[in-house]
């Protein structure tokens, strides 16, 4: 494609320099730059894209997008706000790929991760060939890839949007966040259905205010009017609602349109309230792609687990073990109010906070677990730049109750699964199916349901 047709695509922008060159790929990181790519120098929070243009032009640069001009022996598309123009750029270069892909979207705190794979389940059972883009794995024409972050830059998502229609999918279940929203990553894409299934405490430390949080969630909304499903029985979505009259509605609300009762008659494997929920999500979903109740019914009953989601592992030990991605105060207090109903026993809990992230839910999720554990174990979650005993510090600041300090995360959970006793049930909090802890220098191999299956499986040795 030439440089002129993607300069057409942002009418504002001016070229410096041969507009008939060739682009041939599209690149924000230095690392991924490809003979004949148009490089974008957009502004991060520790680089700035313009001081790495020479860098990109070495790796094969055909030509840069920047906010202001520098010193290139290639051409340069000026334009007012290189990360916005990516999304335009990209949706021309990989030619409106959401024009032909039903995309069902997913946006809200928690329950993003498994509402997609129930709509994913959905559509494969209404025959419409899903793909998938999310927190755990993104799945193209079948093929599983590993996630880099749940919502990816516009660029990437588009790609992948056209990767999926040349592998033969036809539809799309994605997760779509405030971070997406807020970083310009979700502009262009045509949701065939958007929902939303909460809003709590978390992304602070980006947003600043729930406020501003919300209002990263809400303009997704507003912005192209996709068809929506709102959770009436959350505030924020009672809120949302008001501003999308038109949305089909769902949830445990009593004037909700989609209530708990249309789940009557199916075989939903996941536990738990907030599962139902989802559930809920997932159908009112369905239901504005078209999609018949009877195709909604065998997708929701096909999916039997989400990994790191109210996972368990099971190595024949007599208690129960569950690994769960909770990280904000309102999804721990969800899965410890589950866990609690599962069996007679106490409940045991391993938690703890990452680092460079809402520092305020600390105290809170210290508080939530000091008052519905039996047994609360602090320990080290991701620390990545600070200083794992002063996050432990900040958590044990909102527990009035006693509690055990493992900083270790390897021997939290050996300790917590030592010390279970038949009809107990031990939840591990935070990491789900992350498989690496993140230090400030490193991160290293980590696995939560193997470093406990490893624990159990030591266990079992010493007592037979």
Request: charged share 25%; hydrophobic share 40%; glycine share 8%.
């Amino acid at each position: 494609m030439e440089l002129a047709r993607i300069a057409a695509s942002l009418p504002s922008s001016q070229v410096v320099g041969d507009p008939g060159v060739e682009i041939t790929d599209l690149a924000y990181d230095t690392r991924t730059v490809s003979e004949g790519a148009l490089f974008f120098c957009v502004r991060g929070s520790q680089f700035d894209g313009h001081e790495l243009a020479d860098r990109a032009i070495d790796a094969g640069a055909a030509a840069l997008v920047v906010e202001h001009p520098v010193a290139s022996r290639v051409p340069q598309l000026i334009v007012d706000d290189s990360r916005a123009a990516m999304a335009v750029a990209a949706l021309e270069f990989f030619e409106h790929p959401s024009d032909e892909l039903a995309i069902a979207a997913v946006t809200g705190t928690n329950g993003k991760t498994t509402t997609a794979f129930l709509i994913y389940s959905i559509l494969e059972a209404a025959g419409r060939k899903p793909g998938l883009i999310g927190t755990i794995e993104s799945r193209v024409g079948g093929e599983i890839r590993p996630a880099v972050r749940t919502t990816p830059e516009a660029i990437d998502l588009q790609r992948t949007f056209r990767a999926m229609l040349d592998a033969g999918d036809r539809s799309a279940a994605m997760e779509a966040t405030s971070h997406g929203s807020h970083l310009g990553r979700l502009e262009e894409i045509r949701f065939s259905s958007l929902a939303f299934t909460n809003l709590t405490q978390d992304h602070l430390d980006l947003h600043g205010t729930m406020e501003a949080y919300f209002e990263a969630k809400r303009r997704l909304f507003l912005e192209g009017r996709p068809p929506a499903a709102i959770n009436v029985g959350d505030p924020w979505g009672r809120k949302l609602a008001e501003d999308r009259p038109d949305a089909l509605t769902y949830g445990f609300a009593d004037d909700a349109e989609i209530r708990p009762e249309a789940l009557e008659g199916i075989d939903l494997k996941l536990k738990g309230r907030f599962n139902v929920e989802n559930a809920l999500a997932a159908l009112a979903s369905a239901r504005l792609l078209g999609i018949d109740d009877h195709a909604i019914a065998r997708g929701l009953e096909a999916l039997d687990g989400v990994p790191g989601r109210f996972e368990a592992v099971d190595e024949g030990q007599p208690f129960t073990v569950l690994v769960d991605y909770a990280h904000t105060p309102d999804s721990l207090e969800n899965v410890l109010t589950t866990a609690r109903e599962l069996d007679s026993g106490r409940l045991i809990c391993v938690f703890g906070c990452g680092g460079d992230r809402d520092r305020e839910k600390r105290p809170l999720m210290g508080g939530i677990v000091a008052a519905l554990a039996d047994v609360p174990i602090v320990t080290s979650d991701n620390p990545r730049s600070e200083d794992p005993g002063v996050i432990i510090d900040e958590i044990v600041a909102g527990m009035a109750s006693d509690m055990e300090i493992i900083q270790d995360r390897r021997s939290a959970i050996a300790s917590a699964v030592e010390i279970a006793q038949p009809g107990d049930v031990v939840v591990i909090a935070g990491k789900g199916h992350e498989q690496g802890q993140q230090f400030r220098d490193r991160t290293i191999p980590f696995d939560d349901r193997e470093v406990a299956r490893e624990a159990l499986r030591r266990l079992g040795a010493a007592t037979t």
